[in-house]
C-alpha cells in the first residue's frame, strides 16, 4: 500500500469516447504527476499539477488534459480516444525528493 | 538532449547467481538525479533508490548495491545471490534540477526473469 490511490484499476472504452481517471494521496503532497505507460515501455510524462496548477506538460497533445483539487486528488481526462491512448496510467505524489506512485489504472481503447 | 538508455531488454538467471543491470544516461544539467524502480506484473511502481549528480558513492542496501560513475554517465544495479521474488520489470530514469517540475524520464526497462 503506497498511500496512493487511482481509479478505475481496469476500464475499457471505445473510440471516440472520452475518459476520467482518479488519483488520490493520503499524504497530501501539493504535487501530482501523471505518466502513461504503453506496453513494453517505460513511463512517458505527460504533465503535472502543482497548487492546482499546471506545472509542466510533456509531448501530449490537448486532449489530455487535468485538474488538480484543494485536497490534492487529481482527475486525469482524455477526449477523443485513439487506440494508442491504450496503456498504464500511473500518477505520482512528489515530496521530500521521492516519487510515490500509484498501482496505475489500465486503459483499453477498442 | 537528456535520454535513459537500458540496453539490456530482458535478462535470464538461475536463483542465486549475482545479476547486473545497465542503465547510460545522457543530460546536461549538472545537478541531477538517479533513480531506480522496480515493476512487478501487478504494476505499481517500486522505489529502490535515488542518487544525486554530486554524491558518487557507491551504495549497498542487503543484496542490492549501486555503482555510480559521472565519467561514463552510468548508474548500475546489481543484485546479488539473486531470488525469484526479484523477477520483474526494473527502470532507471533521470530527473534535472533544470526543470522545475523534476519530471522523470525513464529508460525503456529490463526485465529479468530469476529462475528457480
Known amino acids: 500500500e503506497t498511500g496512493v490511490t487511482q481509479s478505475p484499476t481496469h476500464l475499457i472504452k471505445t473510440r471516440g469516447q472520452q475518459v476520467t481517471l482518479r488519483c488520490s494521496s493520503q499524504?497530501?503532497?501539493?504535487?501530482v504527476s501523471w505518466y502513461q505507460q504503453a506496453l513494453g515501455q517505460g513511463p512517458q510524462f505527460i504533465f503535472q499539477?502543482?497548487?492546482?496548477?499546471?506545472?509542466g506538460r510533456g509531448n501530449f497533445p490537448p486532449r489530455f488534459s487535468g485538474l488538480q483539487f484543494p485536497n490534492y486528488s487529481s482527475e486525469l481526462n482524455v477526449n477523443a480516444l485513439e487506440l494508442d491512448d491504450s496503456a498504464l496510467y500511473l500518477c505520482?505524489?512528489?515530496?521530500?525528493?521521492?516519487?510515490?506512485f500509484g498501482s496505475g489504472t489500465r486503459l483499453t481503447v477498442v | 538532449a537528456q535520454k535513459v538508455t537500458q540496453a539490456q531488454t530482458e535478462i535470464s538467471v538461475v536463483e542465486k547467481e549475482d545479476v547486473t543491470l545497465d542503465c547510460v544516461y545522457e543530460?546536461?544539467?549538472?545537478?541531477?538525479?538517479l533513480f531506480w524502480y522496480k515493476q512487478p506484473p501487478s504494476g505499481e511502481l517500486v522505489f529502490l533508490i535515488r542518487?544525486?549528480?554530486?554524491d558518487e558513492q557507491n551504495e549497498i542496501s542487503g543484496r542490492y548495491s549501486w555503482n555510480f560513475q559521472k565519467s561514463t554517465s552510468s548508474f548500475n544495479f546489481t543484485i546479488t545471490a539473486s531470488q525469484v521474488v526479484d523477477s520483474a520489470v526494473y527502470f532507471c530514469a533521470l530527473s534535472e534540477a533544470r526543470r522545475s517540475n523534476y519530471q522523470l524520464i525513464w529508460g525503456a526497462g529490463t526485465k529479468l526473469i530469476i529462475k528457480p
Open positions: 499539477y502543482y497548487r492546482e496548477e499546471e506545472n
Open positions: 505520482a505524489t512528489q515530496g521530500g525528493g521521492g516519487y510515490t
Open positions: 543530460t546536461r544539467d549538472t545537478t541531477y538525479y
Open positions: 499524504s497530501g503532497h501539493n504535487t
Open positions: 542518487r544525486n549528480s554530486f
